[in-house]
């Protein structure tokens, strides 16, 4: 079992920034990491990925305004978000897979305000 937590989310206006964090209860035998979001009456999407080796993927929409990241030594994940718009606005959620098993945390609420 993987615990994923997460915190950052809040209420910015547009343009401004946000960090989420992603801490994990442990860290042995996770390969990839990746955000979600999920939008009122939308499918949850990818956001963002990074795989044990950090390489990176972004979904179109969030290119050049989003990096995510790791920290290892940390058991921590992160998603810088600049520049952010209205549309931007969701649900959060933190996966993490371990030994073939897929993990979510219960997510944190981004609302960017026009």
């Known amino acids: 079992q993987v615990q994923l937590v997460e915190s950052g989310g809040g209420l910015v206006q547009a343009g401004g920034s946000l960090r989420l964090s992603c801490a994990a209860s442990k860290r042995f035998g996770i390969t990839a990491m990746g955000w979600y979001r999920q939008a009122p009456g939308k499918e949850r999407e990818l956001v963002a990925r990074?795989?044990?080796?950090?390489?990176?993927d972004y979904t179109d929409s969030v290119k050049g305004r989003f990096t995510i990241s790791r920290d290892n030594a940390a058991n921590t994940l992160y998603l810088q978000m600049n520049s952010l718009k209205p549309g931007d606005t969701a649900m959060y959620y933190c996966a993490a897979r371990r030994l073939g098993i897929d993990y979510w945390g219960q997510g944190t609420q981004v609302t960017v305000s026009s």
């Open positions: 990074i795989s044990s080796g950090n390489s990176t």
